[in-house]
Every structure is written in structure tokens, then in C-alpha cells.
């Protein structure tokens, strides 16, 4: 069986979706959607599927999937129309901004019957996994702390700031799904500690960009959270879970892997700079996945429930920045 | 000028400096103070000093610096009674376990005109030096974060953990002080999570085993410190300064620099596991910058002042575990 | 302008290269020939191409370029055919065992005009051309010392030793040409040393399986390679470049960058086990290099001359083990 | 037992041991020797060890053992000189630059029953015991090949390379012991290629700044040598030792252990640029070896035919280059 897709929204993530789709074996692409007509008919070009609307696609017989790359506003809706539509859905994160909203959609999907994967990919990148294979088994024995350092190399633009929901929903989001993945446990109480050290405007917007967040879960697991918007040597992305047997720890990514000796000492490349290039793989691994559970009948590795979970404790970081205490997550879920 | 020194405890840091003493330059020891009356022979026969009581020590004409190794609780008293006899004192952390009591024994020091150093040996350590020196020449620009990894091989016996006031008062203090080091600008507040996870008995006796804590300074700048009883595979201490211009950190010490390949993979060793062995530069730079302190009579680089305030994080630490609440360092101080 | 392919053999380097033509902007592959049919079968069932005889693709119209995966003792006879038929040619090294054989191809090459690439895939690979760059941008200074270590993690079947042409013929010689290719000299003395250590059946098909081999220019730069057929850590590949201001070193590639620390140390990953998977990057760079050269009718990167000069170092080398002397490279060119 | 020590030599390496005697629990520094007299009493000061002539030591009752550090034309006298007083003799390496001449100096040692240790410090670092461990304990399977990265800081004073007898007498030949050990084979042929590539004075001299070595042994183990005079980023010294079932290797030693990272990258120190820097634990340990075989009456670690075979070995490197070939040892021993 080959899952015939379309692809909504040929912004910068639909051409990451795009080319996945279309080199991934047991996969099609059919169709883009895209408002904007140049940037549909360049994935046309590339590919060789139709340019349809999202109406026409919400109506094809020949399209069993959609990926949601449009705006974060209009994930719920969409998710809603293409899950009464019977097809399955795999959407970017964030479903929304509003936990309500997400609860409400995800209702939908759970009457409809419908099949939803969010898009966390850094589960999907291979050393995380053979970080999550290793705690699985059993190599660091019981896991006591995680701790996730996650630095971007700069702050997105301005107006993205706003629209985005701030660092938690956007960015912090990711390290929270991670957090909930490697504790093996769901997460109770949450502290965030929040500063604007990078660049004032982004303080006047209201969010910050540097932080710090304790997640604790009700037996004692902790996972820690650094975050910076501002990494001179490029994308930060380290993990590490300590349990009672051990700890395992996923390294970062170069440019390259080359050593340049002199009087002043070892040189090495500055990281990754961009997340499409580090995670390159991650990418392309959960779009297999997805595949692979809609063909397979099986599950979906990430749900609604996931995105649902991970922006409820971008929600609880909020309000423990707020009001300066630590939150309960039943405060806000 | 000859410093001639008097060492007041012959246990186990008590051998530790009694050897640093002997092997400096410009220092000589003199005589040693231990109740048991083996653990003083042991030092007299190893470095041909006398064997004294403390009160023919305070009496010593010959006698320019003690160190003292004695129980915690015997502390204050001796630095008072050593600062009044004019010797200048080096004391092992902590001061005492109750601020009120640190904080009369200071003024002491200060009526007295005393020379003080508190023992936070890890600022002596050559790799933390380099990373300050770094800080302090500009290569990280202004200080953002500060990540302390401080994860100890094993618990210390059950008697001692009562005693020693427990891990923030005990452990934790060498990262508080690294903590306030390092950010360059007091800590305003603290955020403590403390858990037992390594050994319920532990928890029995009121103290925790893992704990993450966030600090914060006015200008919002933060430091987190990881803390474990056990990491199995050695004495594991990491910092990592991240500022606007780029970061400086600190590896581990490995028990040697071998590395082993095969058809598993590559193997290296686990880090050295005890403190004196993986802080052994760090103990006679400590020693020596206070014999240069005393001899050039230039004020000491640790002072009665940071023993102080490191214990002041401490319980504000303790605070806010018991609490469950952000508290301010102005609550405690 | 769009290049069209053939490719030449269906085997594990064919279909290598015929993802990479597939997924090459600008290349489009048009055909296969193999005289097994189920193997040209398959890679025409996944890229659409047609199959065809080499006759008939000699005899193509619509065919631009060819790309010759055929068994060795083929590759100088269709180079001759296919550039008197008028296509760029890239053929897999080696162009033949024997340096007259390779010398009178390259005069065809050269009387046709012929387009001429010779798959050297090594000096593709991001991090050799990395420290290739940092020679050129003069960050090693004047090169002096070229170290390649060049380890296979296993002997390849006994009946391909045979027909191989042996270690240095077939496996070395890609060293013989990163150590050109880096010396930025041409070598003018071998001295090599080989042994049997890891299969005595090995040695009585008159092969070795380790060897080190020293090669001198005529100003005294060296180089020297260090060979074995049995890695049990994976396949090995290391350069290291000293130079008069400094050294680039390229580091090996792990099959992930995880690491597990428990109470026996630190460990990590075995190298990426297969020159495939660990040059995956590097063929697909070596293929669009020879498509740029072809389009913009520039000169391509490797030539018939570094095959016929990488063969000439191997034949020096078995030379100097067969007669235990230093060998002049004029002796045998 | 305490064994009561005199040093011939009061220069750098005699003040190395002299440090090393005097730190050892069952060794005390009991003279030195030195003609010029005011190396003699800056010693005399730190030990407070008397001062006396070489005549005097051999005559003295209270001296057991003596450390020579003396030029390497005297050794061989006194090592003959003192096995026949009856002393245990330790003698930096050379032994001396002529084979004859050594092998007469050994015969006296075995006439006399005399306890003679070479000074090979290498083979107690650490780091390469460790490796030697790992080998004895099976962990690389069968020894195959051993590579040895051997390169200085920078060339010693012009008039020392001719009174040291050139690099593979002065420098390689640590390398050369090291191999023998690692090998666990005598070597039978060698094979050397040396230049002049970093200053032309030094081949005026009649010696070279950079060379590779390969030793052969008679199962067709190879140890792989490369030397050059000057490395910018410091003393490199590595050790590879490949096997059967695995690699063990040796890494550098840097200043520190901090890593920089900025927009151009992650930087980290050089290595210790200096051999007493980077062997002071290697020779506390080789001190400490010698007393305990000889407090012990055990075989010392290194012996007179180590210093033999490793000079040996330089000889015939030399022979190589000169002649440009092959070289038996037996033709030099």
C-alpha cells in the first residue's frame, strides 16, 4: 500500500515535509496547498503533484494524509476538518496556543476516530533515540534527573515573538515533550525562572529569553531546562538522564569533525547552526514513522495528548514566571 | 619570611593541608593538634613537627597560622580564640551551621583586626581558574548562565549526614560559592527541588539526595546546580559559563586519558572518585595563596564573608524546599 | 541544462550512485545495463530508467554521461568505447591493474578528448575537504607530515582478495591518493612494509592484511599509511596533516554520538562499520562535482592521471615488500 | 629499610630526581654532586643534603644508591665506577652514544653483580601503563601494531644536537623503548625516513627534524614512529596500540581542561609544552620503582640491555637513512 499525501502550507517546514514524503518508499506526494501560488507551484515543480485547495484536497478521494504546515491559528481547525474528512493527520506543533482549544479539538479527533500525530521531532533524531533505547534498556537503571540544554543560536524575528506565543509555547515547548519522554513519568509541579538578558525589546513583547524550569513528577524525578535564545557557538542541544545505574548523554553536532592545531591551542567548528540541518535526520524519521503507523494501523508514537501535555507545561512556566511560585500543572490542565 | 603553622585536626583534611604545608616553600609546619593522640603521631612522624594542645598552640610564640580540620561545631570558637591570640587562620568550611553564630564570630575577626580564609578549595582548582580567568579577560562576554554539575560517587555514612547539617549545608555550599563566583553578582533569590531517590534512609534522617537549584540575581543573570549522592561513575564536576559573547566549561577528570576500543564501541575510565584526589591542585593552591596572603599581608581571596553568604544560599535553599516557594536571600540574612 | 545518465552495473556501487544522479538536481538518470536482469530490474523499478544493453546505450542519443560501476578488469575498455562515442565518463577506481593498461586508456582519453573522472570518493567527504581548505587557507603552514590511518573493520571475501588485485591495489590505493592529494607534492620514494596477522589464508593468496607504508616527495615531506584488514571497533578513518604553523586533524565518525557512563567508565558507540553508510555524503558530493564539471564544460576534480598515479604508488609498494627495499617511483612509471 | 640516596648531577633532570628522592617514604637524599657549585648548593639548600665529590660518594658508607645526571659521556664510567663500589646505580638514558661502548659498561654490570636501572621514563607514565595494562590483561587480543606520535615543542640549542647525537639517539630512542615494550618482540629490521623540513642549520649539523620509523618484528608485528622536532601546539605524545580484539590509546595531555566556545568555534589549550610538566608523574614513579626493587632486591623495571636494544635501534635508523634502506639489527648488534 502506498499513503497517497498533501501537504498544507509550502512555507519552510512544508518543504521539509515535502521532501520527505517524496523520498520516503511506501509514500506519494499528491498534492500542495499553499495561498501563496509561488510557493505551491515551486514544491510542484520540484515533485510533480498537483496544486489544489484546501477544499479540493478535503474533498480528494486520491489523498489519505495531510501534513499541516500552515499557521499555528489554524492547526485545531484544520485538524478538525481532515479528521471528519477521514484522513490521517500529521500537524506541527503546536495544535494551539490555548489549551481549551486543543482540548476541544482533540475531543473531535477522539469522536471522529480520527489518526493525529504532532510533530515533535526531536524524538526522532537518532542519538535521542539511542539515548531512549538506552534508558529502555535498562542501561541507566531507574531515571532520577534529566537534564536538557537547549540553545538557540539567535532570537527569531520580532514580530514572530508575538505571534509565536513566547519561548515556552515555541521553543521550550520541544524541551518539555523531551522531558515528559525521558522521566517516564508525567510531570506534577513546575518552576520557571525567566530573564530577559539578550535583548530588551523582547522584554518589551512581553517574553523573555533566557530561562530556566525545575519539572518534578509526584515520586521525585526531575528534569532540568536551560534556555537561551543566543548561543554564539551555534544550536545547543544536549541531554542527559542520570538513573541509578548510570547516565546517558547525546552529544552535540558540528559543522564538521575536523581538529585544527596551533600555538594557541584546539580549534573545532562552531555547532549546527539551524534547526533543518540538525535535525536533519529527525525529520525525516518521523515522517517514516507516521507512515508506518497509518499504514500499519498502529499508533501514532505522538499524539494530541502529547501536544495537549507539553503546552500545558509551557502554560504552568508561564504563570510560575508570573507570579513568581512554584505551579501545580492541575492549576492549569 | 618563613610562615610557621600549627595545624589544629590530624584527620583526613588535616593530612591533606599538613602535606601541602610541608611541600610549600615558605612555609614550615610546626606543630600539630589532634585529641587522638595516633592521628597527631602519624603527622609528627611524617613531617618532624611537635605535637601541642590547642591551648599551647594559642600560646606559641613560634606559631604564625593555623589551619583548622576539627569538627564543624568546634569552628567558631577556634577562629575566635586563634583571630584574638594574632594568628592568621585558615578554617575549613563551614564557618558553623547557624548563621546567627557565623555571624558574631565574623564580627570577632573583624574587632580583632583577624586575618581569615574560609577553605572553598574548588576556586583553587587550575581548570575553575581558567574558566574565572576567561570570565575575567572577557572571552564570554557579560555572564548569563551558570551550570553546575556536582554529582558526588556515594552518600557519606548515615552519622555523618546528620552531623554534617545536610547536603545543602554540606555539598551544595563548594556550588554556592562557585555559584556566586562565577555570576559575579550576589543571588537575590532561590528556588530549591530537593528529592530522595538514592536511599530512603536518607530521607528518614531529614535530609534528600537529589536536588536542582536555580539562583538569580537582581540583573536577572541565573545558575543552576545539579546535585546527586551517587552517579556511579565517579566524582562528577562540570561548570559551564554562558555569556553574550560565547561559554567557557570545565570537563571531568578522568582516572586516566586512555581509551580502550573494541567490538563494543570505545571505553575510557570513570572519573576519579574521591575528592582529594580529583582536587589535589586545587587543595595546595589553596594553601599557597593563603601562605601568599599572610606573607605579602594582602587580604585573603576566599574571606570569612563568603563563608558567610554561601551558607546564607544554603538555607534559603532549605527554605524553600520545606516551603515549596521562592525565597528571597534577604528572608535569611 | 539537465545531464543524462547511464549507469553501468546494477551492483552495491551502481545503485550508490544512482541514488545520488536520481537526487541530484540537474542529472536525470535515463538507463541501466547489467548483464544480470533482476539487478538492472530493481534499480529501474525505483527510478523510473529504462534498461538497456551498453551497446545500446553507446549508441544513445539521449545519454550525456556514464557512470562505469562494471568489474575492474572491464572499466579501461569502456572508458576507450564510451569516450569515442562522445560522453563524459566517471569510472569507479581502479581503472586497471595493470599501469601499461591504465597508461594506454589514458592515451584514448586524451586522442578522443574524452571527459574523464575517476572515483576517488574520499577527497569528496566534508571533513577531508575540510582539512583540505584549512591547508589551502594556510592555517597548517608549509606541509610537512601527512599521517593517514586507514583500518577496514574486515577482510573482504577470499575469491575478491584474488581478483582485487590485492591491499594496496584495492584498498590502499584510496590513501596513495589522500596522501597526494594532501602532500600537495608528487611522491617520488615508497617504502612499504606488509604482513599476515589476521587470516593465514590471506597469505597464501599472496595478499597481507597490515601494512605501513612511508612515501617521500622530493623536498622530504612524508607520508605515512597504516593499514590492517581487522578493526574490531569499525572501519577507521583518520587524517592528520602537521605543518609548519599547525596541524588539521579529521576525526572518525561513531555510529551515534551517545554516551553511557556506569561504575566501568565512559563508553561510546563503535565507528560507522561500512565505507558506505561512513562515505554517504562523500558519493553523493563526488557525483554532483563530476555533473558541475561536465555542465560547466570545466575540468573535473579527479583525473585518469591521479588513477594512473595512485596505481603507480601501489605498484612501488608491492614492489618494495617484494623486493624489502625502498622503491623509486620512476622505477616503475 | 630507608635507602640513602646520591645524585651525580645537579642540573634539570638531577633536580627532578632529587625532588623525587626526597618526596619518596623510604628514600632519603643523602649527597650531591656537581662541579659547579652553586647547582650543588641551591639543592643542598632544599634537601639539606651535604655536598660532596663524586670520590667522596664513592667512598661513602652512607650512600646506597646513586641517581646519574651527569653528561651522557661520563655514564658509562660511572656506572662502571659505582656497580663496582657496590651501589645500586639508576642512569638517565643514554647509557652512551657508542654500542661497544655500552655493551663493555653492561659486562662490568653483570662482573660485578650490579643493580642498574636505564632511565626510560616514559614506560611509568600514567597513561601508557595503563595501556600496557590493557595489553597484559588481554584487552587488544594479539599485539599487531603500535603507533607512537612523537613530536617536541621545538628543536633543542644547535650545540646540543651535536653533542646528543642526533635526534634518533636523543629524542626517537624513548620512542624506540617504548615500541620494544608495546611490541612485546624484539624488533629485527627498521626501516627510517628522515628530513630537514623546519630548519635548515639542523642538516648542517649532520641531523634532521622530522622522521618516520617502521620496526619490524620477526612475526610481522610493525610499530609505527613519527618524530618532528617542532609541533606549534605543544609536546604531543601518543600511543595506539592495535590487536586481534581491539585499539588502546593514549591521549594528550593539555594545559587544562576548559573548552571556549564562540562564533568561531570551541577552543581548548595546548598541550603542556614541556617533558618534566608532562612526565612529572612518570618520573615520581620511576624514582619510586627504582627503590622499591631495590629496597626489595627485585629486578629493576628497566635494565641495561633496554638502554642497549633502544640504542641498538638508533643505530640502526641512522645506518637506514644513511644508506636509504632496509636495516637487519643484527648488522648493528
Redesign the interface.
Known amino acids: 500500500m502506498t499513503l497517497r499525501f498533501a501537504i498544507l502550507g509550502a512555507g519552510r517546514i512544508g518543504q521539509v515535509h515535502a521532501r520527505a514524503v517524496a523520498?520516503t518508499p511506501g509514500a506519494r506526494l499528491v498534492a500542495i496547498a499553499d495561498p501563496v501560488a509561488a510557493a505551491a507551484e515551486k514544491l510542484r515543480a520540484a515533485y510533480g503533484c498537483d496544486v489544489r485547495t484546501i477544499e479540493q484536497i478535503e474533498a480528494s478521494d486520491d489523498v489519505d494524509a495531510v501534513v499541516i504546515c500552515t499557521p499555528t491559528d489554524t492547526h485545531a481547525d484544520l485538524i478538525e476538518r481532515f479528521c471528519r474528512a477521514g484522513k490521517a493527520v500529521f500537524c506541527e506543533k503546536p495544535i494551539d496556543l490555548s489549551l481549551p482549544r486543543v482540548a476541544a479539538c482533540l475531543k473531535v479527533v477522539q469522536e471522529t476516530n480520527g489518526k493525529l500525530m504532532v510533530g515533535f521531532n526531536r524524538r526522532f533524531d537518532?542519538?535521542f533515540m539511542?539515548?531512549k533505547a538506552?534508558i529502555d534498556a535498562g542501561?541507566?537503571g531507574?531515571v532520577?534527573?534529566v537534564?536538557i540544554?537547549s540553545?538557540d543560536p539567535g532570537a527569531p524575528p520580532h514580530d514572530y515573538i508575538t505571534r509565536s506565543g513566547g519561548m515556552f509555547r515555541d521553543m521550550t515547548i520541544h524541551d518539555f515533550d523531551m522531558a515528559r519522554w525521558l522521566l517516564g513519568e508525567e510531570v506534577e509541579s513546575v518552576?520557571a525562572?525567566a530573564?530577559?538578558?539578550?535583548d530588551a525589546k523582547i522584554g518589551e513583547l512581553g517574553d523573555f529569553d533566557?530561562a530556566?524550569v525545575?519539572l518534578?513528577t509526584a515520586s521525585?524525578?526531575?528534569a532540568?531546562i536551560?534556555n537561551?535564545r543566543?548561543?554564539?557557538?551555534g544550536y545547543d542541544q544536549r541531554i542527559e538522564v542520570?538513573g541509578?545505574?548510570?547516565?546517558?548523554?547525546?552529544?552535540?553536532?558540528?559543522?564538521?569533525?575536523?581538529?585544527?592545531?596551533?600555538?594557541?591551542?584546539?580549534?573545532?567548528?562552531?555547532l549546527l547552526n539551524f534547526f533543518m540541518t540538525r535535525y536533519v535526520a529527525a525529520y525525516a524519521n518521523e515522517i517514516a514513522s507516521f507512515i508506518a503507523a497509518v499504514t500499519e494501523g498502529a499508533a501514532t508514537p505522538t499524539t494530541g495528548e502529547d501536544g495537549l501535555r507539553a503546552l500545558a507545561l509551557a502554560e504552568a512556566a508561564l504563570k510560575s514566571v508570573a507570579e513568581?511560585?512554584?505551579v501545580k500543572v492541575s492549576e492549569v490542565l
Not at 195 to 198: E, F, G, K, R
Open positions: 523520498s537518532p542519538d539511542a539515548v538506552a542501561k541507566v531507574a532520577e534527573m537534564t540544554t540553545r518552576f525562572s530573564s530577559v538578558l539578550t533566557s530556566n525545575i518534578r521525585g524525578k526531575q532540568i536551560t537561551t543566543r548561543a554564539s557557538y542520570l541509578s545505574k548510570g547516565m546517558a548523554a547525546a552529544e552535540n553536532h558540528g559543522e564538521n569533525r575536523i581538529v585544527l592545531a596551533d600555538a594557541d591551542g584546539f580549534h573545532s567548528a562552531p513568581g511560585r512554584l
